[in-house]
């Protein structure tokens, strides 16, 4: 019987991939309800205002691989999201090297050009190779990854895909296999001589990573700048910056959401999930309200899930170890600046907004570098003079900030949410003060235009948005904790070893970044659970 605070699916969090799935679960029919813990929907896909008049999206900041059925079937451009194409990536060295990358592949050739003929010649080749390799493994990132076991006969129709994958796609699966397990160095030295090229190609593998570039398993994170995806109707296919933030695409998923038929409840923060015989039966939530509902979905990272929101003894001992060793500590520091000045980088011409401005600026360094950053990051010590990004959304949307002013988003590479000595609290504004004195060579004047800055370290990144390590991506996504083996071998396809418990969040396949395709993926899977195996046959044979 179907009651007040009794409900076919509670969803634990109000992230994308909550709303997302609450969006298709409703639309499937179930009475649905959202759960999150802030007074603000999206999670790590918000836009808050850091200072009176200056408003930043506190987690992501661009857009590129939300999932073309996500766009199309929340409706989100005609909700008003609209998203504006990143301009080229300008990589700044310490030598005075300029390189200017963007999707036009003659440009970048000319401009690697000036630093070596040879990797002029070899771009388009890689640019190929890789695209080749993205169209092999980029399908999968909307379907469930099947166990591989077979312990489930709901697993035959995806095992025998990859099958039949893999056979069409044989001659690809040597490169595939190598660029999943080689290091980025590795990869970008068969191909590429000059070390600014390297370094700015290769800076990707060192994102939300304590590996360095000369790790084994980092290159394959070459395949994200292949992973854009958009709609005919005005979604994005490549990094673009979104009017109003990132928070306008959760509050158009909210909307589109509550459309469907789903509560949407925020300050709602679950305090356990409830179990009974083996099976989940609700949540309780801070201050004693109780729901009850068979299916819960969990948009919570899966430390904060099993070890945080479950009872003790509701998993077995081995799963709980593999989600304890689960890696998901975050390495960097995001800063937001309220400026009262364009940024301008020394080295390139022209006055007003120049196209570097509208896309992504990287002060970058030899990969050899990175590696020595991060191996600081892993032995606890904020890397001294680490990789660092930087983007001004202002120029794409001059209503984030008051008029003729900025803000700069920064994202400081190499720093460790555990450190060895100190802690954040007290480590915050000098770690902020080293970064923004490094930029202040490559910008001058950025020092003196700040009126207001915002620094979030991974342990503030992890008490805002609730992800456990302050890591992005709800786990690194290596290797090792990818496609079935994520988050944990044997449970990738969103199911639990609770009965009923789900999982929607970046924690799963297929991984972090504003995609959409968690949520979507896992709310499949609850409603083929719900049809049930005999209803599925049946409906199959009468489609046949
Ligand atoms: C600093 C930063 C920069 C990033 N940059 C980019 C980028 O530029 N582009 C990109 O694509 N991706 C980026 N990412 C990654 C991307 O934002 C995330 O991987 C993605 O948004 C995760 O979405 P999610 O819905 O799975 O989880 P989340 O967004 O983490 O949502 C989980 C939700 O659950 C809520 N919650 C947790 N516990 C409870 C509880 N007990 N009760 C109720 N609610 C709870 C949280 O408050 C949160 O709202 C970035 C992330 C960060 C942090």
Redo the contacts with the bound molecule.
């Keep these: 019987m179907s009651g007040a605070g009794t409900y076919d699916a509670i969803i634990?969090?109000?992230?994308?991939?909550?709303l997302v799935a609450g969006f298709y679960l409703a639309r499937a029919g179930l009475r649905t309800v959202v759960?999150?813990?802030?007074e603000l929907v999206?999670?790590?896909?918000v836009t808050e205002e850091f200072a009176p008049g200056y408003r930043a999206s506190s987690?992501?900041?661009?857009?590129?691989?939300l999932r073309e059925a996500v766009w199309k079937d929340m409706r989100l451009v005609e909700r008003g999201v609209v998203v504006d194409p990143a301009g080229p990536s300008l990589n700044l060295f310490a030598d005075g090297t300029r390189l200017e990358l963007s999707d036009d592949l003659a440009a970048s050739q000319a401009a690697v050009a000036e630093l070596s003929a040879a990797d002029a010649a070899a771009l388009p080749r890689f640019e190929a190779d890789l695209a080749e390799l993205a169209g092999l493994v980029m399908p999968l990132i909307d379907t469930t990854a099947p166990d591989p076991q077979l312990r489930r006969l709901g697993d035959l129709p995806g095992l025998l895909k990859l099958g039949g994958l893999a056979a069409r796609k044989r001659k690809l699966i040597d490169e595939a296999l190598f660029l999943f397990s080689t290091s980025v160095s590795q990869y970008l030295g068969e191909r590429f001589e000059s070390e600014h090229v390297k370094a700015s190609i290769g800076w990707h593998a060192i994102n939300d990573s304590v590996g360095g570039p000369s790790t084994p398993g980092t290159a394959y994170v070459l395949l994200h700048d292949h992973a854009a995806e958009g709609t005919e109707e005005g979604g994005v296919r490549a990094w673009g910056f979104v009017r109003g933030g990132m928070g306008v695409v959760t509050e158009a998923m909210a909307a589109a959401a509550r459309e469907a038929g789903t509560e949407v409840r925020t300050g709602?923060?679950?305090e356990s999930i409830l179990v009974e015989d083996g099976s989940v039966a609700g949540v309780a939530l801070a201050g004693g309200e109780e729901l009850r509902a068979p299916i819960v979905l969990s948009?919570?990272d899966p430390k904060?899930t099993f070890l945080g929101?479950l009872p003790e003894g509701a998993v077995p001992t081995e799963f709980s170890a593999a989600v304890r060793e689960y890696r998901s500590e975050g390495t960097s520091v995001?800063i937001n600046l309220a400026v009262d000045a364009l940024p301008r980088a020394t080295g390139m011409p022209g006055a007003g907004v120049q196209p570097y401005h509208r896309g992504i600026m990287e002060v970058n360094q030899p990969l050899a570098e990175m590696d020595r950053a991060q191996a600081e990051a892993r032995a606890g010590r904020p890397g001294k003079d680490p990789h660092i990004e930087l983007c001004i959304p202002t120029v794409h949307d001059p209503s984030l900030a008051p008029a003729g002013h900025h803000i700069v988003t920064i994202d400081v590479n190499s720093q460790p949410y555990t450190l060895a000595e100190g802690s954040w609290d007290e480590l915050r504004e000098e770690i902020a003060d080293a970064a923004i004195d490094k930029l202040e060579a490559y910008f001058p004047g950025l020092k003196r235009s700040i009126v207001h800055r915002e620094v979030l370290t991974p342990l503030d990144?992890e008490r805002r948005?609730?992800?456990t390590g302050g890591h992005?991506?709800?786990g690194e996504m290596s290797f090792d904790q990818l496609f079935t083996l994520r988050p944990v071998r044997g449970w990738a396809d969103y199911r639990t070893p609770v009965g009923g418990l789900y999982l929607c969040?970046?924690g799963t396949h297929p991984g972090?970044?504003?995609t959409g395709a968690?949520g979507r993926n896992a709310a499949r899977e609850v409603l083929r659970d719900r049809q049930g195996i005999g209803e599925r046959l049946r409906s199959r044979l009468a489609r046949a």
């Design positions: 634990v969090g109000g992230g994308h991939n909550g759960l999150e813990r802030r999206g999670g790590c896909c987690g992501a900041y661009v857009l590129s691989m709602a923060e679950v948009n919570a904060r929101l995001k990144l948005l609730g992800i992005a991506l709800h969040g970046a972090g970044g504003v968690n």
